[in-house]
């Protein structure tokens, strides 16, 4: 299977912890208000991406994307 890789990126609109991408771990802005995956390697076809940030409360937001 054909990967290729791609940079994951984004903004929070309050501050977190810890921000996972398909359950591995991307790097947080010191301040919890963005995050970055430099390089995540996409399959060739379909590939459905699911965020989970997490605050410092335990509480969790998702967001899920569809990439071709």
């Known amino acids: 299977a054909v990967q290729r890789p791609i940079r994951i990126a984004g903004r929070l609109s309050r501050p977190v912890v810890s921000v996972r991408v ?3 771990q991307a790097q947080v802005t010191a301040d919890g208000l ?3 995956f430099p390089v995540y390697f996409l ?3 379909t590939n459905l991406l699911s965020v989970v940030a997490e605050d410092t409360y335990g509480r969790q937001g998702v967001a899920q ?3 071709h």
């Open 34 to 36: 963005a995050f970055e």
């Open 43 to 45: 399959h060739e076809g």
């Open 22 to 24: 398909n359950q591995q």
């Open 65 to 67: 994307r569809t990439v």
